[in-house]
C-alpha cells in the first residue's frame, strides 16, 4: 500500500490490491455479506413495490397471518418482508416475500432466517 504525505496528514491510497484484502476480510468477518451496487438493490425494491400491487401479494395478505409469530394481523398492517434480506443477497421474487407483522419485520431486520431462528431461540431460553 502506498503512503503519500499531504500537509502533514497520511493519506493511505486504494489500489487493486487493497481494495481485494478489503473485500476478503469483509468476507471472513461475515461469511454471509454480499456486495451489491446501489443499481442493484434499487431495482429489486422497484419489483418488490410492483408486486406489492399484484393479485397474488394481497391473497397472501388476505389470510392476515404473520409469516414469522403465526399471529393474526389485520391485512392492512401486514408488511413485506424479504425472508433473505436484498442487502444479504436475496431477490424480489415470491419464493423470497413473506407477509410479516410490523413487529417481526422490524425485529429481523436483515437477518438471515437462520440468524432469526437462533434469535427467537435466545428469546425463549432466557425467559
Request: charged residues 30%; hydrophobic residues 25%; glycine residues 4%.
Amino acid at each position: 500500500m502506498e503512503v503519500n504525505q499531504t500537509d502533514s496528514t497520511l493519506r493511505k491510497q486504494v489500489t487493486p490490491h487493497t481494495r481485494q484484502a478489503t473485500l476478503e476480510e469483509t468476507i471472513m468477518e461475515d461469511p454471509f455479506s454480499i456486495h451489491l451496487e446501489d443499481e442493484d438493490i434499487k431495482r429489486e425494491k422497484r419489483k418488490a413495490r410492483e408486486l406489492r400491487q399484484s393479485q397474488w401479494w394481497k391473497r397472501r395478505c388476505s389470510k392476515g397471518l404473520c409469516y414469522y409469530c403465526g399471529r393474526q394481523i389485520p391485512p392492512k398492517e401486514l408488511t413485506m418482508d424479504h425472508i433473505v434480506p436484498l442487502s444479504r443477497g436475496g431477490k424480489s421474487t415470491k419464493g423470497n416475500l413473506a407477509p410479516a407483522c410490523k413487529e417481526c419485520n422490524t425485529q429481523k431486520k436483515q437477518l438471515l432466517p437462520m440468524e432469526w431462528e437462533q434469535y427467537l431461540k435466545s428469546l425463549t431460553s432466557t425467559v
